[in-house]
């Protein structure tokens, strides 16, 4: 590289270039490996957490919440509100060692402009209950739209400046969205896949992530559904099957641990 030169930094890191007027340093220099050995139910992992992500699908009031449209259409969401507290310990432990935490969740345009017929017809199957963009009778949100209430995260789980966030408007998340180019960019090939519904929303895009290359693993108590308990195992057969792992999150902060206690000087 030549000396003296005031360089400037173009592109997130790794994917990034150093660059002036008359020189380029395209070479990307590597984020330092932090390798851990995970427990998984069908065999031992050994994966880099400079190269994976967490996404957390649809932790979203109208999913989760009591006053949101799943509940309002008579589901209980009990079941959903479930991985909170799991998601609470991890995501800060992630958080620590640089795993970017990504929140993939529905945030419709509010003209509906891009959603077809047979995606609307998921939710207002009759065309005279409430539905996307629809007002929920408990406080006027609108159904799952960018910006809203029902759209927005439960407040039981923090986030942070730092985090990335995805709105996608499928149940998979790779569909008309940036996700693919932003997890390219950062350089980030192992993910981490929590939140609701495991069988419909987390399940698609996992499916898709898998046929893009990404390794999957997915969180199972950070993970739920609302769905009868046989989607659930079907879920968590058709991961282990053909798509990837399936750890809990006990799992990964046990294997975290190890690795830094493996760090620490001798006394």
Not at 56 to 61: C, R, Y
Not at 151 to 167: N, S
Not at 238 to 258: E, P, T
């Amino acid at each position: 590289m030549p000396t003296n030169r005031s360089l400037q930094t173009l592109g997130v890191p790794p994917n990034a270039w150093s660059v002036d007027a008359n020189f380029a340093d395209i070479t990307r220099p590597p984020l330092t490996p932090q390798p851990i050995t995970l427990a998984t139910e069908t065999k031992d992992v050994r994966l880099d957490l400079a190269k994976a992500a967490i996404v957390v699908v649809d932790m979203q009031n109208d999913f989760c919440h009591p006053d949101g449209w799943l509940a309002h259409i008579g589901v209980d969401v009990s079941p959903a509100q479930s991985p909170i507290a799991p998601l609470q310990a991890l995501l800060p432990a992630l958080r620590q060692k640089q795993v970017p935490v990504i929140w993939l969740n529905w945030g419709n345009r509010a003209d509906l402009i891009n959603i077809s017929a047979s995606v609307r017809h998921v939710y207002n199957p009759t065309g005279l209950g409430v539905g996307l963009g629809d007002p929920l009778p408990a406080n006027q949100a609108p159904v799952l739209q960018k910006g809203s209430w029902a759209a927005a995260v439960v407040d039981e789980l923090e986030q942070l400046p730092d985090d990335i966030y995805v709105d996608k408007y499928r149940m998979s998340g790779f569909w008309d969205t940036p996700l693919d180019s932003i997890l390219r960019n950062l350089g980030r090939s192992t993910l981490f896949f929590t939140g609701v519904n495991a069988d419909q929303c987390v399940m698609a895009t996992l499916q898709d992530a898998n046929f893009l290359g990404y390794d999957c693993i997915l969180v199972s108590d950070c993970t739920a559904t609302t769905s009868p308990e046989y989607c659930w195992q079907a879920t968590i057969y058709n991961v282990r099957q053909c798509f990837g792992f399936v750890c809990s999150s006990h799992n990964i902060l046990d294997a975290v641990k190890m690795n830094e206690s493996r760090r620490l000087p001798d006394a």
